[in-house]
């Protein structure tokens, strides 16, 4: 690296030094937040000089100024909120990085259920916070996940106790509302789940306006053996945003995990999703819809480890690239030596609308262990000439024959989701973005 850029880079690298000074200044965490801050000053933002980030440059972001996010009020009325709407369940919402409890609900704990900001976990549990992100540096975090380490002041913590089973979901909503100056913020998301205990979690990122922010989340899940944990995950921020998560999972004996990433908004937009099948009879199911339009680069990368033998999984991704929108799917299958009797099938199908879209698909197989059953495919193409000529010689107009593949294509994830209120909510988003299925000939 030449003088001037390597100048430039430490340059931009320190503004995030001056913030934590000017936000940190004492605090049972202090240590262990510089630690994680000079780690992330030490690696830098990843570069496409790496390979897990071969289709993705963060130089834009790099480039920016961002101030920490502060509290701010949101009055909107109850028809307007950007967010789900559904009957019961719990729900907790955090503007620009702070929890709202006007807007959240009130926080009575169900029987064997714990739900607690993170804020307040610090404030009153201090040692616990250190040795949870004691543990959690174990994890070979990202440059990225140590900056969240070092920056992040609020979020959630989910307990759930041996056999609890929580009916209705528990809805995370992080809204962005507009601020003077670029702002950002690093939640976290902890999810404990006891032995047989079951919750169904919906994370939502939402915007009121188009604020410029920058999103850094961290969510760690830890299901213990028979737990079962449904993970819905919309990301909805405004065309200005960048958002970058992390969702690390460990799956123990006979123990569920799902997840249903469905990633609409952001300029920028990277998912990093790791799940660690760690006992026998670990399952996961992976399911995500990337449409990126306009300018939009949406990416995810995926990495399922089988650790354990006879554990299973599944992965079905699809994407739908329009304008001059990017897409990247990297799903990676990892089976370990002595992971015998691995069942794993991974599918990533993606769709070009347009001639300058592009979508970059990349499945990985590493298998350390004789005796799995393993499989994967990408596919890349335009809709189908054939079914478009076949809806147009019924009296359906090529506008709407388009309309009805498109959507024919991402209900392939769609019909996995099981909350109706989500689905509502998605096939809304969906219908806004291509078009109404609602033909008539």
């Not at 609900?105 to 040692?127: C, F, I, N, R, Y």
């Not at 399922?304 to 033998?309: G, K, Q, T």
Request: with cysteine; aromatic share 8%.
């Amino acid at each position: 690296m030449s003088v001037a850029p390597a100048l430039q880079a430490n340059a931009t690298l320190e503004r995030y030094r001056t913030l934590f000074e000017e936000r940190f200044t004492s605090g049972p965490l202090l240590e262990a937040r510089r630690d994680a801050l000079d780690a992330f000053l030490k690696r830098g933002f990843p570069t496409q000089r790496d390979e897990q980030w071969k289709y993705t440059s963060l130089r834009r972001l790099e480039a920016r100024t961002f101030v920490l996010g502060e509290a701010a009020p949101v009055s909107l009325e109850p028809a307007r909120r950007p967010w789900i709407t559904h009957g019961g369940g719990f729900r907790l919402v955090f503007v620009n990085g702070h929890w709202a409890p006007a807007l959240s609900s009130p926080m009575a704990q169900p029987p064997g259920v714990t739900l607690v900001t993170l804020g307040e976990w610090v404030k009153h549990e201090p040692d616990a916070v250190l040795e949870y992100l004691a543990q959690a540096s174990h994890r070979s975090a990202s440059a990225l996940e140590q900056l969240n380490a070092a920056f992040f002041e609020d979020g959630l913590v989910i307990r759930l106790s041996p056999n609890a089973r929580v009916d209705d979901p528990i809805h995370v909503v992080h809204v962005w509302t507009s601020t003077t100056r670029p702002a950002m913020a690093h939640p976290r998301v902890l999810v404990r789940a006891g032995h047989h205990s079951s919750c169904t979690l919906i994370e939502q990122y939402v915007c009121c306006g188009e604020p410029e922010s920058f999103t850094n989340v961290v969510a760690i899940l830890d299901l213990e053996e028979g737990a079962q944990v449904q993970h819905y995950r919309l990301q909805q921020e405004s065309p200005k945003a960048f958002h970058i998560g992390h969702i690390d999972v460990c799956v123990r004996r006979d123990a569920r995990y799902g997840i249903h990433d469905f990633s609409l908004g952001a300029t920028l937009s990277r998912l990093n999703i790791r799940v660690r099948l760690q006992e026998p009879g670990a399952h996961t199911d992976l399911h995500g819809l990337l449409p990126p339009s306009g300018t939009q680069h949406l990416d995810t990368h995926t990495l399922i480890e089988h650790i354990a033998p006879h554990t299973t999984s599944t992965e079905n991704y699809r994407g739908i690239a329009d304008g001059r929108g990017r897409g990247v799917f990297n799903g990676k299958v990892l089976v370990h030596p002595g992971a015998q009797k691995t069942d794993a099938h991974q599918s990533s199908r993606n769709l070009l609308l347009s001639p300058t879209a592009e979508f970059n698909a990349k499945p990985e197989l590493e298998i350390y262990a004789d005796d799995v059953k393993c499989s994967h495919g990408a596919t890349i193409g335009q809709l189908d000439a054939t079914a478009l000529f076949y809806l147009r010689s019924r009296g359906i107009s090529e506008a709407d024959a388009r309309v009805l593949l498109i959507h024919a294509f991402a209900h392939a994830v769609l019909a996995s989701v099981e909350t109706p209120a989500v689905r509502e909510h998605l096939e809304a988003l969906l219908a806004a973005r291509f078009g109404s299925t609602q033909v008539t000939s």
